[in-house]
Structure formats: structure tokens, C-alpha cells
């Protein structure tokens, strides 16, 4: 079992850039999928960006494809996501999440992922 916390959020000016933290307790950290999730109000949450177990292939919603990286030190049991060029629209809850048994074709829905943090706030604006 993983326990993600999240850390790093912020108010921040478009254009600015910000980095998260997700510091996940628990054994075999390595073989966890780790997924970026976001939730803006009164909006459904979504897929922001994964890295799919130990295999280092990542993968990112379009809206944020060039301006966002996911990265991972399983020596720290660390994820992180490096945010560029932050736009009004990127206001959002931000939630890591979790799983070790989901399947490739399912890495960019919630409800696959069993372990998710209580997240952290990220407002962009002038």
C-alpha cells in the first residue's frame, strides 16, 4: 500500500513555473504506476500526466504536452511535476495518484488508480 503526499503548490503569475512534489511511503514504490491528476472547480478531474511502473514511459494529456515533465527517483520514493509556462487554465487541485496493477490502455482514468494524496493547490493568475 502507497500513501502519495503532495507538496509544492502555489500562486503564481502566467507564464511562471512551478515544480510538485509527491513523496509516496510504502514498499516496492518502483513497480507503482504514478499519475498527475487535477481538478479545477466545478470541473471533473483529469489525467495530467503518468509514468507507467518502473518502464520510464510517460505520458501526458494534451493540454499540457510540452510545458509539463513527470519524473521519478524511486531512491527517494519521489515523483515530481515540472510545470513551464503556466497558463490561467492550469488552476487546479493537483493530485497524485497511485497503482500497481493497472493496464497500459487504462493510465489516464482515476478510477484506476487505488492510492491518491489529500492535493495541493495551483493558481495561476496576474
Known amino acids: 500500500q502507497l500513501q502519495p503526499v503532495e507538496s509544492g503548490g502555489g500562486l503564481v503569475q502566467p507564464g511562471d513555473s512551478l515544480r510538485l512534489s509527491c513523496a509516496a511511503s510504502?514498499?516496492?514504490?518502483?513497480?507503482?504506476?504514478m499519475a498527475w491528476f487535477r481538478q479545477a472547480p466545478g470541473k471533473e478531474r483529469e489525467f495530467v500526466a503518468a509514468?507507467?511502473?518502473?518502464?520510464?514511459?510517460?505520458y501526458y494529456a494534451d493540454s499540457v504536452k510540452g510545458r509539463f515533465t513527470i519524473s521519478r527517483d524511486n531512491a527517494k520514493n519521489m515523483v515530481y511535476l515540472q510545470m513551464n509556462s503556466l497558463k490561467f487554465e492550469d488552476t487546479a487541485v493537483y493530485y497524485c495518484a497511485a497503482d500497481r496493477r493497472l493496464i497500459l490502455s487504462s493510465i489516464a482514468t482515476a478510477a484506476s488508480y487505488d492510492y491518491w494524496g489529500q492535493g495541493t493547490q495551483v493558481t495561476v493568475s496576474s
Open positions: 510504502g514498499p516496492s514504490f518502483s513497480a507503482y504506476t
Open positions: 509514468l507507467f511502473r518502473s518502464y520510464g514511459r510517460t
